[in-house]
Nanobody, 117 residues
Framework: QVQLVESGGGSVQAGGSLRLTCAAS??????????MQWNRQAPGKEREFVAS????????YYSDSVKGRFTLSRDNAKDTVYLQMNSLKPEDTAVYYC????????WGRGTQVTVSS
């Protein structure tokens, strides 16, 4: 059974920073076989793409809304990905979900990020 567990969410003021972590576990999971992605869902809105990184970190992609403020990285030896979020804005408030995409797809349960003005 593969599990993705997000952590690092919380409440911050606008302009602050948070670092989200997504840790994968499970005997059948190998980071080298999965692209990793973060998505978010704000209250009353659909889930949207935030950032993605391929298996060897050669390619990262960001939504226009977070480009230049968020940085996605991964440590395959630890089966972990990190989302560094700087210059946070109230509109970044959402539940953030980790997603692994390979032969199969897995989702975490999410971590809440709240940014106050």
């Amino acid at each position: 059974q593969v599990q993705l567990v997000e952590s690092g969410g919380g409440s911050v003021q606008a302009g602050g920073s948070l670092r989200l972590t997504c840790a994968a576990s499970g005997r059948t999971f190998s980071s080298y076989a999965y692209a990793m992605q973060w998505n978010r869902q704000a209250p009353g809105k659909e889930r949207e793409f935030v950032a993605s990184i391929n298996w060897n970190s050669n390619n990262t992609y960001y939504s226009d809304s977070v480009k230049g403020r968020f940085t996605l990285s991964r440590d395959n030896a630890k089966d972990t990905v990190y989302l560094q979020m700087n210059s946070l804005k109230p509109e970044d408030t959402a539940v953030y979900y980790c997603n692994a995409r390979g032969l199969r797809e897995y989702w975490g349960r999410g971590t809440q990020v709240t940014v106050s003005s």
